[in-house]
């Protein structure tokens, strides 16, 4: 009766679905069928008849997952699933808390709190308490009680050592007795309250224990602490535990997620009873290979080897580009190729590390007429905090845009509230003016706001293009909020390539637009890049995404762009242990999304905060192994021997070469490219630096022109 479910499992996949009634810990590598082998396994247990529907918890990390578990399961077996509890952790906590309500302390029909909704709560507690937002921003402190809270703790056990965080922790504990009046959950409260329910209830957590005798567990890797504790709550002596990940793909770390918790599961439950999922169906062997070796340098893994019965395919493409330009050209020119011999855009992915490099990308592919779609992400022109610094330049060149006055006047936040906006909107419209005009003639906030734009003006009549944005987003305090905002990272990168595209542009355009135009023809280049060519659904597009928002999908074509030392690995990264393995991991999840054909680029000179910068490649470069590359010279087409001088961390390079190069010394090869084709190599530090210039023609190697001590060159 089960012998078909069966079929065409390889020997390690088949030992994980029979299993006896024990736990064990499948390690399951990138492409090995995991889900088949996870959902196959539930399937195996009911019609074995070793337990009811009823007795098994399931859990995913998304609701996608659990809607395909659901799908695969429904195919395989005549049941009605829906009393299943297969789902995630916050929608089985949910479903826990929705079942015992009373017991939980809540109403039966308590709501849930979006993200958004917490916020607007935490804002509306705040006001009535008369807390400073200014010193107390909102979303910081929604951000401690969330972090606590999915930590396991409540507002006493609260890490507060000063005054301040001494306030934010009678905050929450104000915010929760407000949630429970009101009869409301947030998102981080229904795991809470699900955990706090069964530690401290023992005939319900007997009674689950009881239910449930087995529980599998999709994508462990990933599991914070609190899950971890929540899953064991669930497990009895007589409960098998069955819990699948690989510890090579856990990137979330920013999100709570603890490697050490497969580990822990080892010990705990699965007692060295470990399954290895190595068969990968999904990469040609090169690609296997090329994962295989960067992931060993890393400590602390469990450790497994990738294989495929596929064969060793195409080698790694490697390009070394000029700069970010010329990588964006070479990828535009690689994808049309591939799509002229039969490649759909849809299978080809261009991966980065972080959303602010998409802005070339995106400009490459919009000049050429290549369709493409930003998956799990907005485009760029389309971010909020760039639309933001948008409406202060729309208000430089046109004050009457009362479009960019709205989304402005308030943000960052100056104490400008609706009750104010609605009595400017009123005169305004008494007078038939614009809110601008209305706010020249008030008094207060507004007229302080109208004051800093019209300042801002003056400070940048007579400066270029990318410098007017600089300045702007300076001078709006931009800048500053999002320094102070603990996400706000990626939107401070976001808007220096805003800069880097005003640059850009000035340098396309130079010949064509007159000085006082080039604002409102940025302006008009960045709208119409907003409104048009990202491709409908339904349309055949290149896949653009973030290597995090990559994770679980495969594409025939990869292609990994920027990999240069502080982009990849990130520069919050380089000089931590577990930060390095964890960006590690996240090449090694990059490398392993590509089926057949996979390039790695890097560029010489890179345009960021508008000003051109030289550096490394990135030492991921290094520890791949030579006989699986294919380095490529743009201008022979051919593939060419290249050493990616990157040394160990001891030589990376720490002394900077005067304050205007942007050039960095060390005892490796730094490379900066000067006009075309032209190489200044410096070598060692300090007094013994020494500088030697190359130059290249079309096809031919580099050659020594000069070679001196620095102090002479």
């Given amino acids: 009766m089960t012998a078909h479910l069966l079929e065409n499992l390889n020997p390690e996949q088949r030992a994980a679905v029979t299993l006896p009634h024990e736990s064990a810990l499948i390690l399951a590598g990138a492409g090995s069928g995991k889900t088949r082998v996870l959902t196959t396994r539930l399937v195996w ?3 074995s008849g ?3 529907p009823h007795g098994i918890l399931a859990v995913t990390f998304t609701n996608k997952a659990a809607k395909e578990m659901m799908t695969r399961i429904s195919a395989m077996l005549p049941i009605n699933t829906r009393g299943m509890w297969v789902g995630t952790f916050h929608g089985l906590a949910n479903r826990l808390l929705r079942t015992h309500y009373r017991e939980a302390g809540l109403p039966q029909s308590f709501q849930i709190l979006d993200s958004q909704d917490q916020l607007s709560a935490i804002k509306r507690l705040m006001k009535s308490m008369n807390i400073d937002t200014e010193k107390y921003e909102p979303k910081k402190v929604q951000r401690f009680i969330s972090g606590h809270k999915e930590a396991g703790r409540r507002a006493k056990d609260a890490e507060a050592f000063d005054e301040y965080s001494m306030r934010l922790a009678e905050i929450f504990e104000a915010y929760d007795a ?20 069964l530690y401290r209830n023992e005939p319900l957590r007997e009674h689950y224990r ?32 069955f819990a699948v990940g690989d510890d090579d793909q856990s990137i979330y ?60 395919g195409e080698p790694i493409r490697v390009y070394d580009a000029y700069s970010d330009q010329d990588e964006a050209s070479f990828i535009v020119d690689e994808v049309k190729a591939l799509n002229r011999e039969g490649t759909n855009l849809s299978d080809m992915a261009l991966l980065y590390r972080s959303n602010a490099q998409s802005r070339v990308l995106e400009h490459a592919l919009f000049s050429a007429s290549v369709p493409y779609r930003v998956y799990g992400g907005l485009r760029f022109f389309e971010r909020l905090e760039i639309k933001h610094a948008l409406a202060y330049l729309r208000l430089l060149t046109n004050p009457e845009d009362d479009g960019a006055f709205i989304r402005v006047v308030n943000f960052p936040a100056r104490g400008i509230g609706a009750r104010t906006l609605e009595l400017l909107s009123a005169s305004a419209a008494q007078s038939g003016a614009s809110l601008w005009q209305a706010a020249c003639t008030a008094s207060g906030k507004v007229a302080g706001f109208a004051k ?26 931009l800048a500053d909020f999002y320094r102070a905002d603990k996400d706000g990272t990626e939107r401070l990168e976001n808007l220096n390539e805003l800069v880097n595209a ?4 000035s340098e396309e355009n130079s010949a064509d637009e007159a000085e006082e135009k080039t604002l409102d023809s940025f302006l008009a280049h960045a709208a119409l890049e907003a409104g048009e060519h990202q491709a409908g659904v339904g349309l055949d597009a290149l896949q653009l995404m973030t290597v995090h928002a990559a994770k679980g999908l495969e594409f025939h074509a990869v292609f990994i762009t920027g990999l240069e030392e502080s982009l990849f690995p990130h520069e919050q990264s380089a000089n931590d242990e577990n930060g390095l393995e964890e960006e590690r991991r996240l090449m090694y999840v990059a490398i392993t999304r590509a089926r057949r054909r ?37 201008r022979s087409g051919s593939a060419q021997p290249q050493s990616f001088g990157y040394a160990a961390p001891a030589a990376r390079p720490t002394a900077p070469l005067g304050n205007d190069t942007g050039y960095r010394v060390g005892q490796s090869v730094a490379h900066a490219k000067f006009g075309t084709g032209i190489i200044i190599d410096f070598e060692g530090r300090g007094a013994d630096a020494r500088v030697q210039v190359k130059f290249r023609e079309a096809g031919t190697k580099w050659l020594a022109l000069a070679y001196a001590n620095l102090s002479t060159a």
């Fill in 253 to 312: 770390a920013f999100r709570g997620a603890n490697t050490a918790n497969m580990a822990e599961f080892e010990r705990e439950f699965a007692h060295g009873n470990v399954i290895k999922l190595e068969q990968n169906y999904r990469s040609h062997g090169h690609i296997l290979t090329a994962a295989n070796t960067l992931i060993a340098q890393n400590a602390h893994r469990l450790g497994k080897n990738l294989w495929t019965a596929e064969g060793e």
């Fill in 178 to 197: 407000q949630c429970q009046r009101e009869g409301v959950a947030d998102f981080a409260e229904l795991l809470l309250r699900s955990y706090e329910l």
């Fill in 50 to 52: 070793q337990v009811s």
């Fill in 210 to 241: 009881d239910r449930f005798k087995h529980i599998l567990v999709d994508e462990f890797q990933d599991t914070n602490s609190l899950q971890y504790r929540w899953l064991k709550l669930f497990a009895g002596p007589n409960t098998a535990l």
């Fill in 452 to 477: 800093l734009i019209e300042t801002i003006k003056q400070a940048t009549r007579e400066l270029p293009l990318p410098e007017v944005i600089d300045h702007v987003i300076e001078a709006s305090g």
């Fill in 502 to 505: 005003a640059a850009l542009f």
């Fill in 45 to 47: 247990l009911i019609q």
């Fill in 598 to 634: 996979l390039y790695l680029s890097h560029a010489q000179s890179r345009m960021l905060h508008g000003q051109i910068r030289y550096g490394l490649p990135s030492r991921f470069l290094d520890e791949l192994p030579e006989q699986v590359l294919s380095p490529l010279n743009r």
